[in-house]
């Protein structure tokens, strides 16, 4: 299975996983990606271990990098 780890740093996986094990958690993408001001992408994700939820802020750029597989893995549900 794909993750999306990757897309947060180590702090921000720390902080968002209740199960605080870096090799467990299974980041995914939950569909709700919205637009923010100064051309930020926020994408909420969800742990599929624990269940936990966060959102990281993307740039334009880095959004457009990650969409293929984001819109993929949100088709997949
Ligand atoms: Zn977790």
Partial sequence: MK???HLLNKQELLIGCKKRNLSQCQWRPTGNIRATAG???CVSLV??????RTSVFLSELSYK?????LLKEIARV
Avoid at 47 to 52: K, N, R, T, V, W
Avoid at 65 to 69: G, L, R, W, Y
């Fill in 3 to 5: 993750n999306f780890n």
């Fill in 47 to 52: 742990c599929e271990e624990c269940l936990a």
């Fill in 39 to 41: 051309d930020n992408v």
């Fill in 65 to 69: 990098n990650h969409e293929k597989i």
